[in-house]
């Protein structure tokens, strides 16, 4: 019995040790070398080559290493077999870290004093909004989502949030559905977005949505931030509402060519803040002891956690 480590882009002999000392009773086998299909009952992946699963006749359960699945769809032949992903406390932490310092880098006008600076120049307008008036708008309320938006709203800042189904939470503006996206936007100064990457949140971060964000905000211009996925994203449309005012600021984690392309305009536009996909990254040591929980649920005959619903794509 053996689990397959389906992987491109990650160290195989670190992920294969990691997962033999989590699963000592499992044959830990890998794409890319020989091993009896037979056997392979779990598949743990990140951008595994497309049909590569297929062919595994006692597969039970696909894994994600990540906790995006939209790598996953991806593959056209996927096995109709159970999916599950990662929902790890210390990434969704780190995640919160990431929205926090951006909307706070914003907030306090960090970039105007880290200009001054470099300027050697004093201005001291007293023009600090506080957080309260401060909206921010979060696209996508689940796991991730919601861990942000309670530490923003405990900084003070006002906070709504979009998803597919409405959100029950103290303090938050939920807002759901297509009825609820104008209303949303039309009260958002920073608009984040943490929406998984889906046929129907391709190409979402667009100027049509861009023109519908709040233009009377303490802040000026609405500021994005995406932490999602860069499919998402209509780079073409951000760069133009840059360029003409609809937007203020990009700060930008993920990009629909990654790694970002030396020559993409992003590196150099003077509103645009770059990382490299990592505002939240995973522990895996962290995640091959949740694959080997799941492992131990479904011997026991529990239902896996964090399933992955096909239909709706996340
Ligand atoms: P969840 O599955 O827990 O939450 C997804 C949220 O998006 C839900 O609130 C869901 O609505 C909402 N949603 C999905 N489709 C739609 C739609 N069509 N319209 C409106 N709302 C929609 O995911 P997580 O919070 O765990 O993660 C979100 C994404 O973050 C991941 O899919 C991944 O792409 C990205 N990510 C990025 C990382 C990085 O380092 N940049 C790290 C980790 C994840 P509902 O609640 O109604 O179901
Ligand atoms: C993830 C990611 O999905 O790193 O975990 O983006």
Redesign the pocket.
Known sequence: MSLLIAMTGWDLESWRQRFQRHLPALEIVALGEAFDRRSVRFAATWKHPEGSLAGLPQLEAIFSL???V?HLFADRSLPDVALARV?DPD?TAR?SEYVVLHCLIALRQQRLYDRQQREATWIDDRNQPAARDVRVGIL??????LDAAGKLMALGFDVAC????RRDVQGLASFAGAEGLGPFLGRTDILVN?????P??AGILNRGMFTQLARDGRLGAPMLIN???GASQDEDDILACLDDGTLQHATL??FRTEPLPAASRFWSHPGVTVTP????MSDPDAICALIARQIDRLERGLPLEYPVERTRG?
């Open positions: 990540g906790a995006g939209d929902v990434l995640m996508g309320m689940g796991v991730l989502g979009w998803s597919r189904t943490l929406l998984p990457a889906t129907d949140t932490a999602g996925r984690d993920v996909h990592n505002a939240a996340y």
